[in-house]
């Protein structure tokens, strides 16, 4: 779970770089990096619950397996929405012919926030597993 | 009464923390329950689950480095001072540089330094020496208190 944790803390660190060397230039990296952050931030919390990561080239069995957790367990699966978000423009941010507007781009940074969000007050558990020593 | 770079300067330090920490919380003026006055700045990683950052700010880097004492008795895993560049006198400059009252010698843990910077465009705020982590669990404690509190700056719905 740590490992899948650690790349998701690591895309997101990259991404706050990114920001302050140059938002605009560095957009489609910033959308990208919030997608696979978001990715394995999902797969530390299935990790976490189930015991194993969703399987799957397309990652929509991890947002599947998320809301059907969340509705066994009588968890809220608000945070799920931003995670869809983000996959379903994955393609389209990685391979699409047509130029994506940068403000589109920022905004997986938003919903990679949010998933962030919900994910760790849903599972605090992958939010408290040992960290770094230093800040 | 505080002066008026301390209190710019919380703005800066959130901004600072914000970078390195993931969709924290931060409060400003927190009455921290594990520290015996509120605290300048008070970041809770991972939307207020994670780990306590406690700040104390003041201007002069003589008047963070006498904190320092009562910050190694605040309870938080993760603990530092900020203040404006340029201030330190010799005797500041000398401690500083041997991290002295930024830690005990028989426990883990060093309170980290944040330096303000006062630049055109307002004030900075960049981690001169990074904190290490204190051994003290408190995520119940961090955990309750951001529920229990309205952040100033929160990430999330």
């Known amino acids: 779970m740590l490992h899948y944790r650690e790349r998701a803390d690591s895309f997101s660190r990259t991404i706050k770089d990114l920001e302050i060397l140059d938002r605009d230039a560095h957009a489609p990296a910033i959308g990208l990096l919030s997608i696979h952050g978001s990715i394995a931030l999902a797969d530390a919390v299935l990790v976490a619950v189930e015991g194993t990561r969703a399987k799957g080239e397309d990652h929509s069995e991890a947002a599947r397996k998320l809301r059907k957790w969340c509705s066994a367990n009588t968890f809220g699966d608000g945070g799920v929405k931003h995670f869809e978000w983000l996959l379903g423009n994955k393609n389209r941010f990685s391979y699409d012919d047509e130029r994506v507007d940068a403000s589109h781009l920022l905004l997986a940074k938003v919903k990679m926030d949010q998933f962030f969000a919900w994910a760790f007050q849903t599972f605090p558990d992958v939010a408290q597993i040992r960290e770094a020593e230093d800040a | ?157």
Not at chain 2, 1 to 16: G, K
Not at chain 2, 110 to 136: C, H, K, T, W, Y
Request: some cysteine; aromatic content about 8%.
């Open chain 2, 1 to 157: 009464m505080r002066d008026r770079i301390e209190l710019e300067a919380r703005d800066a330090v959130a901004s600072c923390l914000i970078r390195r920490l993931t969709v924290p919380r931060i409060y400003f003026e927190a009455a921290w329950p594990l520290a015996q006055t509120q605290v300048d700045v008070l970041a809770i990683d991972r939307d207020g689950v994670g780990d306590a950052h406690v700040v104390e700010i003041r201007r002069a880097a003589s008047d963070a480095l006498a904190l320092t004492t009562q910050l190694l008795k605040t309870a938080a895993p993760f603990r530092w001072i900020a203040f404006l560049r340029g201030t330190e006198d010799k005797d500041t400059a000398l401690a500083l540089t041997a991290e002295k009252g930024l830690y005990v010698a028989s426990a883990a843990g060093r309170i980290g330094i944040i330096d303000l910077v006062e630049m055109q465009s307002g004030l900075g705020a960049n981690v001169r020496l990074a904190a290490q982590r204190f051994p003290d669990a408190v995520y119940d404690v961090a955990t309750q208190f951001s529920r229990s509190n309205k952040a100033h700056i929160q990430f999330g719905e």
